[in-house]
């Protein structure tokens, strides 16, 4: 079946502009997770959704972050006024419930640069 | 101290060789274990995950816990080339807490 999809695959932005980066979990995933990759680094854990909810938002970097779901589907991570260290790969991933969360597959990430 | 840490560095090794990777780890409440292997420009995948301490084999690949001193190893038997990529450990607890290292990048020679 189809995986985790995510796009866009690359996008650049100047400083200040709003992104908005999209995921599409596995059909039937209730669980969906937003990761921050910088170069070099590992994994940064951002936020979390059960269903359309997402509990705990102490992950996110700053104000400028919010993510949401919507219909227990699709998830949009919005970054307001761009800086440039929030350049890094964004990684979504899904699992079937939080309670299998150990079991997570990723989508390909999108790429973002702000110049 | 990072709540997780892997090493060694970047590491090369010939074909056929064995592999060890490596993670120590801070947090006594974590109970699950993984391992990602992530190819250049994709995301990770997973390899396999472990439960509590203990030893799981799938096909050339093997995952160790030993929660008492907080320490987990991949091990990977005849490496191929295409084993070539960066290696994740990951680990959770019973929540919502999911903490990765830093990775280890492998290279098998031909």
């Known amino acids: 079946g189809a995986g985790v999809s995510q796009s866009p695959s690359n996008k650049v932005t100047e400083k200040g502009k709003d992104v908005e980066l999209r995921c599409d979990p596995i059909?039937?995933?209730?669980?969906l997770y937003w990761y921050r990759q910088s170069l070099g680094q590992g994994l940064e854990f951002l936020i979390y959704?059960?269903?359309?909810?997402?509990?705990?938002k102490s992950g996110l970097p700053s104000d400028r972050f919010s993510a949401e779901r919507t219909g227990g589907s699709v998830s949009t991570l919005t970054i307001q006024r761009t800086q440039q260290e929030d350049s890094a790969v964004y990684l979504c991933?899904?699992?079937?419930?939080?309670?299998?969360?150990?079991?997570?597959?990723f989508g390909p990430g999108t790429r973002l640069t702000v110049t | 101290q990072k709540e997780v840490e892997q090493d060694p560095g970047p590491l090369s090794v010939p074909e056929g060789a064995i592999v060890s990777l490596n993670c120590t780890y801070s947090?006594?409440?974590?109970?699950?274990f993984m391992w990602y292997r992530q190819y250049s420009r994709k995301g990770p995948e997973l390899l396999m995950y472990t439960y509590s301490s203990g030893n799981k084999e799938d096909g050339r690949f093997t995952a160790q816990v030993d929660k008492s001193s907080k320490y987990i190893s991949l091990f990977i038997r005849d490496s191929q080339p295409s084993d070539s990529a960066t290696y994740l450990c990951?680990?959770?607890?019973?929540?919502?807490?999911?903490?990765f290292g830093p990775g280890t990048r492998l290279s098998v020679l031909p």
């Open positions: 990951a680990m959770n607890d019973y929540g919502q807490n999911f903490v």
């Open positions: 947090n006594s409440a974590f109970q699950y």
């Open positions: 991933a899904s699992s079937l419930a939080l309670a299998t969360g150990y079991e997570q597959y």
């Open positions: 959704f059960q269903g359309n909810s997402a509990p705990d």
């Open positions: 059909s039937g995933h209730t669980a």
